[in-house]
C-alpha cells in the first residue's frame, strides 16, 4: 500500500516552506521514521520523517517550495522486504591533476630561473666578485612597467583573504577605550613587575586577559563555523598577530584563560625572540580560537581588521592619542585608542559583538574589574 | 576496533621502504605491504646490490689480470669461480633483506606480505590476507624491464637484467640489446668474466643520459676493454633454435644477423602497476603507465600518493628514498624539498661515469650563456700513483651567475668524487665555490677543483 508523506506543521503562522536537502534518494528504501528530507523557513529547519517502511518516491525537489499539509510523496509497503544498501556516495575523483599549493618537487625550470640569486640561508664567503645583480633603479620618466612573480605565499595568503570575504559575513564595530588607567597601572608597578617576573609589563596582557574574560562571557565569538555545526572551543587560544621581516605571523597563546599577566608577557617575549632569530615554529603558529592585531605600532588610528580563517572574531588595537573627550561636562585630554572587533555575523549577532566589546572597554578603562571577574 | 593506519606504502623497495621508516619516525602508524617474499624491491634483490657485488667481484679479476703485472705482482692464471661469485652476491643480498626487516621492527612497522589492490581511497586488499585500511597511501610498486615485443623474457636465454643477475655460468656469447646505464654495467661483468659482449643501441651513442663528452669516450673506453658496439641500430627479428639466438638488426648499412648465446635486453623499464587496482579507482596514468601526481605527489585521489619508478623523473633509487621521505614529511605536516637538479646519476662500469646537473647538450639547449672546462685525469696527483688515469671532469658555468650548472665526471671513483658537485648543486654554488675549496692531497677530487679554476682564476696542473 501507499503511504502518503505529507509536509507537517513547522511552527505557528508559517504556512510554507522550501526543501532545503533531500536526505534519502527517490526511490531508496527506508525504514519507519527515518529522516527523509529537511525543509526550511526563514525561522527553523525541520526533518520530515518517513512515516513507513518501504520503497521511497518523492514528488519534490530541492528548492520546491510547499505548503504545509501538502503531499510531497509516498512510501510503498509493498517494497519493504529487504533493505537495499544504499552505496555510500563514492566521491568521485577529480579528473585532472591540479596543481598543488605546497609544491615538494623543484625541477630544472624552476632552478634555472634563481640563477643570479643567491641562497640567503648560510653567510656567503665575500672572496668573489659580488655576483648579485645591481641595485634596481626606479624607472626615470620612461613607461615601462616591472613584472615579479607572485610568491606562492603571497598567493596563499591572498587566496585566504578572499575565502573570509566570500565565505563569512564579516562586520566590524568600533568602540573606544581610555586607556590612562592602564597607562597609570603600567607607570606605578612596571618595576615591580620587572624585578619580580624579568619582563616589561606591556599592553598586550592587559588586552589578551581583557579579551578571555570577554570571550567566556560571549562564547560565541569563541566558536566557529564548521560545516553544518558551530564548534564552541572551552579554551581560549589568543593569537597575537605579529609583522616579521618575512611577513605576517600569528603565534598563539594557549589555554590563554589559566595564564597570568607575567605569563603572557614572558610568552610574546618568547615569540619575539623566535620571530627575530626565525625559529617560530608550526605549532607555534597553529590553531587560535580568536586573535589580537595592533595596527597602533604602525600608527594606524581606526582599522576593519580581517578575520582570521576560521575564527569568528579578531580584536583591532589601534594607535594611543591624547584627545579632548567630555568627562561628567568637562573637556579632559585623555589617552585614548579605538579598538574595532570584526566578527562572523553568520554566528555572532551585533548585540552580542557591541557588548563583548563594552565589556572589553569596561575591563580596561578599570582593570580592577578583571581582578573581580566582572 | 578496526585499526586505520596513518599511512600505508605499498612496496618495500627503496622508495617504500624509506617513506615507511621517515613516517614511522614521525610518529605515523605505518604499514608496508610488499608482494614478494622478501623485502627491498628491485634495487635490493635483482638491481642495484647484485650488480654492484658482480662489478666487484668481477673488477677485481680485471685488475688483477690487467695490473698486476706492472705492479710487481707475478700471478699466475686466475681461476674464476663463478657459482663462488653468485653465492656471495646472494650474501649480500640477505644481508641488506635482513638490514630492512630490522629497521622496520626499531621502528615498529607494520609488514604485510602479499599483492596488494587498492579497493576504495581508505582501503587495499591483500591476496590471500586481511585488507589494510589506511588514512593515507602511498604506491611505491616501482617498475619492470621492457621486453622486445617479439621476444619475452624466459630468464635462461632471453634476460632482463633479473636473470642476467642468476645466471649458472657466463654465456660464450652474450648480445645485449640498449646500451644503457644498465647495458654497459651488465655487459662489463661478463665481458671480464670472459664472455663476447655485443651491444646493439637504437641511439648513436652509449648511456645517452649522459654528457655527450664522457658517452664518447666511455664507449672508446669500453671497446678497448673488448666490448663491441652497433650503434644506431634497431633489432627487427628474433630467431632461437637449440643452440643460440639470431638477432635481425637493421642500420644506415643496411639489415644484417647477429649470433649468441643469451641475450640481454635493456631497453628501459616501465611502471609496474599490475592489479594495483588504479583503473577501479580511476587514478591516471599517462599512456607509457607513468602514475600522474601533482607537485606534492598526490594522485588526483588526494589521499593517494605515487612516488619512484611509478612516476616521472629519473629511475634512480636514491631519487626514490628522497621522494619517499618527502611524502612522509609532507604527510605528517612539514614542506620538504627535493630539488631534482641535484639528483646524481652514476654508471658503475670501469671506470666509473657519474654526472649531476645539466648535461653540456641541456645547458645548450636552454638558450642560457654557458662556459665548460674540463680535466683530465691523466694530470691528476692520484690518478697517476694508481695508473688510473683514463677520464676527466667537466664543469658547465652559467657565465653570467657563475653558477654550477652541472657537473660530469668519467674516471675511477666517479661515484663517490660526484657527491662534492651534488652538494655544490644543492646549495647553488657558484664555480668560485667549488674551485675556492681545499681538497685533500693527493686525491682524485682535486680533478674537481682544476677544472673549476679553469673556469675562474686559471687551472694551476694543465
Redesign the interface.
Known amino acids: 500500500m501507499k503511504v502518503e508523506i505529507k509536509v507537517p506543521p513547522v511552527g505557528e503562522s508559517i504556512t510554507e516552506a522550501t526543501v532545503a536537502s533531500l536526505l534519502k534518494e527517490n526511490g531508496a528504501i527506508v525504514k519507519m521514521d527515518e529522516e527523509i528530507l529537511e525543509l526550511e523557513t526563514e525561522k527553523v529547519n525541520q526533518i520530515v520523517y518517513a512515516p513507513a517502511a518501504g520503497a521511497l518516491h518523492l514528488s519534490v525537489k530541492v528548492n520546491d517550495v510547499v505548503k504545509i499539509g501538502q503531499v510531497i510523496g509516498n512510501i510503498d509497503t509493498e517494497k519493504a522486504g529487504k533493505e537495499a544498501p544504499t552505496p555510500a556516495a563514492?566521491?568521485?575523483?577529480?579528473?585532472?591533476?591540479?596543481?598543488?599549493e605546497?609544491?615538494?618537487?623543484?625541477?630544472?625550470a624552476e632552478?634555472?630561473q634563481?640563477?643570479?640569486k643567491?641562497?640567503s640561508e648560510?653567510p656567503k664567503?665575500q672572496?668573489?666578485m659580488p655576483?648579485e645583480a645591481p641595485p634596481r633603479e626606479f624607472p626615470k620618466g620612461d613607461r615601462s612597467e616591472r613584472r615579479e612573480r607572485l610568491t606562492k605565499l603571497r598567493k596563499v595568503v591572498g587566496d585566504r583573504l578572499m575565502e573570509v570575504k566570500n565565505q563569512t559575513a564579516m562586520l566590524t564595530t568600533f568602540n573606544e577605550v581610555d586607556m590612562s588607567a592602564v597607562i597609570a597601572v603600567r607607570k606605578r608597578e612596571q618595576d615591580n613587575f620587572i624585578k619580580r617576573h624579568n619582563v616589561k609589563l606591556g599592553f598586550m596582557s592587559f588586552f589578551a586577559k581583557a579579551c578571555v574574560a570577554a570571550l567566556q562571557e560571549y562564547p560565541d565569538i569563541n566558536g566557529y563555523i564548521d560545516k553544518d555545526e558551530i564548534v564552541y572551543f572551552n579554551y581560549c587560544d589568543i593569537g597575537i598577530a605579529v609583522g616579521t621581516e618575512k611577513g605576517l605571523m600569528v603565534p598563539v597563546l594557549r589555554n590563554c584563560e589559566k595564564m597570568s599577566f607575567s605569563e603572557v608577557e614572558l610568552k610574546l617575549k618568547d615569540f619575539a625572540d623566535k620571530a627575530r632569530k626565525g625559529t617560530i615554529s608550526?605549532d607555534d603558529l597553529r590553531g587560535g580560537t580568536f586573535t589580537i592585531t595592533n595596527g597602533g605600532v604602525y600608527g594606524s588610528l581606526f582599522s576593519t581588521p580581517i578575520l582570521n580563517p576560521p575564527q569568528s572574531g579578531i580584536l583591532g588595537m589601534h594607535a594611543i592619542q591624547e584627545r579632548p573627550v567630555a568627562i561628567n561636562g568637562k573637556v579632559e585630554i585623555r589617552p585614548m585608542m579605538y579598538l574595532a572587533l570584526s566578527y562572523d555575523h553568520r554566528i555572532v549577532d551585533g548585540k552580542e559583538a557591541i557588548s563583548f566589546l563594552v565589556h572589553i572597554k569596561k575591563n580596561l578603562e578599570d582593570p580592577t574589574r578583571l581582578l573581580l571577574d566582572l | 576496533m578496526e585499526e586505520i593506519f596513518d599511512l600505508a606504502v605499498i612496496g618495500s623497495g627503496p622508495g617504500g621502504y624509506v617513506a615507511a621508516i621517515r613516517a614511522a619516525q614521525l610518529g605515523l602508524k605505518t604499514v608496508c605491504i610488499e608482494k614478494e617474499k622478501e623485502l627491498g624491491g628491485t634495487c635490493l634483490n635483482v638491481g642495484c646490490i647484485p650488480s654492484k657485488s658482480l662489478l666487484h667481484s668481477s673488477e677485481l679479476l680485471w685488475k688483477i689480470q690487467n695490473e698486476a703485472m706492472e705492479n710487481g705482482l707475478e700471478v699466475g692464471h686466475v681461476k674464476v669461480n663463478f657459482p663462488v661469485m653468485i653465492e656471495r652476491k646472494k650474501k649480500v643480498v640477505a644481508g641488506f633483506v635482513k638490514g630492512i626487516d630490522s629497521l622496520f621492527q626499531k621502528n615498529k612497522i607494520t609488514r604485510v606480505f602479499g599483492h596488494a589492490t587498492l579497493k576504495d581511497p581508505n582501503t587495499i586488499s591483500v591476496k590471500s590476507g586481511k585488507d589494510v585500511r589506511a588514512k593515507n597511501i602511498l604506491l611505491a610498486t616501482g617498475s619492470e624491464s621492457i621486453p622486445l615485443p617479439f621476444l619475452p623474457f624466459d630468464e635462461k636465454k632471453i634476460l632482463s637484467s633479473t636473470g642476467a643477475l642468476a645466471l649458472p655460468k657466463p654465456p660464450k656469447k652474450m648480445l645485449i640489446v640498449g646500451a644503457g646505464i644498465i647495458g654497459v654495467e651488465l655487459g662489463s661483468v661478463y665481458s671480464r668474466l670472459g664472455s663476447e659482449v655485443i651491444f646493439i643501441e637504437f641511439l648513436d651513442r652509449v648511456c645517452p643520459a649522459l654528457d655527450g663528452t664522457l658517452s664518447k669516450q666511455l664507449e672508446k673506453i669500453l671497446t678497448k676493454q673488448g666490448m663491441k658496439f652497433h650503434l644506431s641500430h634497431k633489432v627487427i627479428k628474433a630467431q632461437q633454435s637449440e643452440q643460440k639466438i639470431t638477432l635481425t638488426i637493421q642500420g644506415g648499412s643496411g639489415e644484417s644477423t647477429l649470433d649468441g648465446d643469451a641475450v640481454l635486453v635493456a631497453i628501459g623499464r616501465r611502471p609496474f602497476t599490475k592489479d594495483l587496482g588504479l583503473e577501479a579507482l580511476g587514478i591516471i596514468k599517462d599512456a607509457k603507465g607513468f602514475v600522474q601526481i601533482d607537485d606534492s605527489f598526490r594522485t588526483n585521489v588526494k589521499n593517494i600518493f605515487a612516488i619512484g619508478d611509478l612516476v616521472d623523473g629519473p629511475m634512480l633509487a636514491h631519487k626514490a628514498s628522497e621522494e619517499g621521505v618527502a611524502v612522509a614529511e609532507f604527510i605528517a605536516g612539514h614542506l620538504p624539498k627535493i630539488e631534482y637538479m641535484a639528483i646524481p646519476n652514476v654508471a658503475y662500469t670501469y671506470p666509473e661515469v657519474a654526472g649531476v646537473g645539466l648535461t653540456e647538450e641541456s645547458a645548450k639547449a636552454t638558450g642560457l650563456k654557458i662556459k665548460t672546462a674540463s680535466f683530465p685525469f691523466k694530470a691528476n696527483s692520484r690518478a697517476r700513483c694508481t695508473h688510473e688515469e683514463e677520464g676527466l671532469v667537466k664543469i658547465i658555468m652559467h657565465e653570467e651567475s657563475k653558477r654550477v650548472l652541472g657537473v660530469h665526471i668519467l674516471g675511477a671513483h666517479a661515484s663517490e668524487l660526484i657527491c662534492g658537485p651534488v652538494l655544490a648543486m644543492q646549495l647553488k654554488a657558484t664555480v668560485s665555490e667549488l674551485a675556492d675549496t681545499c681538497y685533500a692531497h693527493p686525491t682524485f677530487s682535486e680533478a674537481i677543483k682544476e677544472a673549476a679554476l679553469a673556469l675562474t682564476k686559471g687551472a694551476i696542473h694543465i
Open positions: 563514492k566521491p568521485a575523483p577529480a579528473k585532472e591533476i591540479s596543481t598543488s605546497f609544491p615538494i618537487r623543484k625541477k630544472e632552478y634555472l634563481d640563477l643570479g643567491k641562497p648560510a664567503p672572496k668573489e655576483a608550526m
